[in-house]
């Protein structure tokens, strides 16, 4: 079956919660994910296959010409297969398409090849203060 890619794709919350919960190796929530994405973000993309939600990226922003990429997760069975890349492509072609200017992205050092090789983002000096 396809991977298919959907711009503001319609999403149930616990599907979501259960993708992120197995990407993220914590627990699973009850997030309203739809209001939170509603109120804070640009967009984000969904991956299906069969029916089934297999990746996400969330596109949070300023309002402006800033864009940020948040939450990327792809169901385990599937990682290393394009997923995550084409979720962050696609994302990008919708910020670009919104007139944003740029797109920033934090990880984690175990994430740098992903981000900087297989996505395309530049390392730059940033800033970071944990709360």
């Known amino acids: ?30 997030t309203d994910w739809r ?8 967009g984000w993309v969904c991956a299906w296959e069969d029916g089934s939600l297999i990746g996400f990226v969330n596109v949070a922003w300023d309002g402006g010409a800033h864009a940020f990429i948040l939450d990327t997760v792809v169901a385990r069975h599937l990682r290393s297969r394009g997923v995550g ?8 072609k919708e910020a670009r398409a919104a007139e944003c200017k740029w797109l920033h992205v ?26």
């Open 85 to 92: 890349a084409a979720l962050v492509a696609a994302a990008a």
């Open 1 to 30: 079956m396809a991977i298919t890619y959907e711009w503001r794709g319609d999403f149930d919350d616990s599907s979501l919660d259960e993708l992120h919960a197995e990407g993220f190796a914590s627990p699973v929530t009850q």
């Open 35 to 42: 209001a939170r994405l509603e109120r804070h973000s640009l």
């Open 106 to 131: 934090d990880f984690e050092e175990h994430l740098r090849s992903f981000y900087l090789d297989a996505c395309g983002f530049r390392g730059t000096s940033a800033g970071l203060i944990a709360l």
